[in-house]
């Protein structure tokens, strides 16, 4: 094994057996397990897509895993943020998903972050994490984050859901960026909430699921990430496509 985990170099047994499914694949193997067991990733927003992608990268392995955000569950939420339940209602969403997350893996560290991100802590935060997955549900968030991440050359995965339409982009330093994609304006123009336009149930379930995908691929250097490329679905036909930024 050529990593190491907190001074180890090799799988427990019990990690060998948890994580087998991912072993098993060319791409991962036992070293690129120890590469996920040893990688950080903040996950910015901890509600539809945010809960995904922080319980597939626990299930996977990943080493730690922050997330964050400032809101508390409610009703509404339970349509489509499968990792809540009623007992999670008027709870931050934050803790409520670091709970969950430990009874499903108690064997990586999990840490909650309440509150607002601004331009106060944004940098302090992301600093320190090796990934950064935005998905947040405000176009405001995602040029601040994302903008910060190209700053202090932190990849990242952002992901977008709306309606029945839903988008994943990748970015490592030098490759497109979501700036780039979406002009500040352009983005933040046609923004229309859940809570006003709806979302379809499943569509954060997919979306999430691709975002897990590819930082998962960006820790162990397996595949072809997203880079420089945009993923789209359309749910009311159930179209996909992958269009070059380049």
């Known amino acids: 094994m050529i990593d190491s985990v907190m001074g180890r ?3 427990s047994k019990e990690e060998a057996l948890r994580y087998s499914r991912n072993i098993l694949l060319d791409g991962i193997g036992a070293d690129g397990q120890m590469r996920l067991l040893g990688a950080s990733v903040l996950v910015v927003g901890s509600g539809a897509l945010g809960s995904v992608v922080a319980m597939y990268l626990a299930g996977s392995g990943i080493g730690r895993i922050g997330v964050a ?14 990792s809540f339940t009623m007992s999670d209602v008027g709870h931050p969403k934050a803790e409520a998903l670091a709970g969950r997350i430990r009874m499903m893996n108690p064997d990586i560290e999990v840490v909650p972050h309440n509150g607002f991100i601004d331009r106060d802590n944004v940098a302090v935060l992301i600093s320190g994490y090796d990934y950064i997955v935005e998905g947040s549900d405000n176009p405001d968030t995602k040029y601040m984050v ?11 995965v952002l992901g977008g859901v709306a309606q029945m339409r839903g988008q994943v982009m990748s970015c490592t330093p030098g490759s497109t960026t979501y700036r780039e994609i979406f002009p500040e304006g352009a983005a933040s123009g046609g923004y229309m ?26 820790v162990v250097g397996t595949g072809q990430p997203l880079y420089d490329r945009l ?3 359309d749910a009311s036909s159930m179209s996909t496509a992958v269009f070059s930024l380049k």
């Open 69 to 82: 955000d400032f809101d508390t569950v409610d009703i509404s939420n339970l349509q489509r943020q499968l």
């Open 146 to 156: 994302t903008d910060i991440c190209g700053s202090h050359r932190k990849p990242y």
């Open 193 to 218: 909430p859940c809570s006003v336009g709806g979302v379809l149930g499943p569509l954060p379930g997919i979306i999430g699921s691709v975002m897990a995908a590819e930082i998962i691929k960006m």
């Open 231 to 233: 993923f789209t679905i």
């Open 9 to 11: 170099t090799l799988l």
